[in-house]
């Protein structure tokens, strides 16, 4: 599969389609739940932060994910 697709392209369509909790799938839905912002306005702090809830994604609150981005 990598050899057809590449890596970006791989890691593009995992995050686009990853359950993020709260019913949320893809981070266009998350970074917009979270942080009220498109993917693409995220700073890296937040998208660090929602990296890290991947493991367990609904043991977070909207408010839990916004204080981990600010100590990252």
Not at 25 to 41: D, H, M, R, V
Not at 42 to 48: C, S
């Amino acid at each position: 599969m990598e050899d057809e697709l590449g890596k970006n392209t791989i890691l593009e369509y995992y995050i686009n389609s990853v359950y993020w909790g709260r019913g949320m799938n893809g981070l266009n839905q998350a970074s917009k739940y979270y942080f009220k912002k498109k993917p693409t306005n995220l700073k890296t702090n937040q998208f660090k932060a929602l990296i890290q809830i991947l493991k367990k994604p609904d043991a977070y609150t909207r408010e839990e994910v916004v204080l981990l981005s600010k100590n990252l």
